[in-house]
T-cell receptor
Framework: AQKITQTQPGMFVQEKEAVTLDCTYD???????LFWYKQPSSGEMIFLIYQGSYDEQNATEGRYSLNFQKARKSANLVISASQLGDSAMYFC?????????????FGQGTRLTINP | NAGVMQNPRHLVRRRGQEARLRCSPMKGHSHVYWYRQLPEEGLKFMVYLQKENIIDESGMPKERFSAEFPKEGPSILRIQQVVRGDSAAYFC?????????????FGDGTRLSIL
């Protein structure tokens, strides 16, 4: 069974600093996808970034980048130049990428608080 | 472009009543997923549907829960004879296809409270 581990229940960071949110995963599959979602206090789930298991380069989307270390089975999210609006819960998730098994498995999440 | 639409946003039911949660996927998306989130936890997969077909229901409780995605209209998650433990946020997500690097786009969720 797939498993996602986020070891940081909460993080506090000063505004404008960079922050790294940890995510490790466990799977025996060769083909899989990794996602990060943001959940602000209003409750919606916002897609941030995706990394495929065969992608050779780390994914980037604006201030978000994914530090993908396949051998270590880690997919950490890096947020550069943090802003107050980045305060939220962040979830790492994994999806199997073969037909018929499209569910996402989520970690427990990390609550990020950006201090002014 | 309208995103994934879920309604109602909040739903209150008494024990023993039925709860019906609706989800309209994004335009052009034919794959729908339902997840449940308990307080301070991550989302847990419930069911994956395509039009008129249930593809994977491995996360659905065996009793009282059912889901459908008819040819016309929204996907429905139905909970019969609700109990206190059903209180949670229920999220629907959709994607244009079932594979590749397509992210699942989520609705705002339905917060179900059981009195």
């Amino acid at each position: 069974a797939q498993k996602i581990t986020q070891t940081q229940p909460g993080m506090f960071v000063q505004e404008k600093e960079a922050v790294t949110l940890d995510c490790t995963y466990d799977t025996s599959d060769q083909s899989y996808g990794l996602f990060w979602y943001k959940q602000p206090s209003s409750g919606e789930m916002i897609f941030l970034i995706y990394q495929g298991s065969y992608d050779e380069q780390n994914a980037t989307e604006g201030r978000y980048s994914l530090n993908f270390q396949k051998a270590r089975k880690s997919a950490n999210l890096v947020i550069s130049a943090s802003q107050l609006g980045d305060s939220a819960m962040y979830f790492c998730a994994m999806r199997e990428a073969f037909q018929g098994a499209q569910k996402l498995v989520f970690g427990q999440g990390t609550r990020l608080t950006i201090n002014p | 472009n309208a995103g994934v639409m879920q309604n109602p946003r909040h739903l209150v039911r008494r024990r023993g009543q039925e709860a019906r949660l609706r989800c309209s996927p994004m335009k052009g998306h034919s794959h729908v997923y339902w997840y449940r989130q308990l307080p301070e936890e991550g989302l847990k997969f419930m069911v994956y549907l395509q039009k008129e077909n249930i593809i994977d229901e491995s996360g659905m409780p065996k009793e009282r829960f059912s889901a459908e995605f008819p040819k016309e209209g929204p996907s429905i998650l139905r909970i019969q004879q609700v109990v206190r433990g059903d209180s949670a946020a229920y999220f629907c997500a959709s994607s244009p296809t079932g594979g590749g690097d397509q992210p699942q786009h989520f609705g705002d969720g339905t917060r179900l409270s059981i009195l």
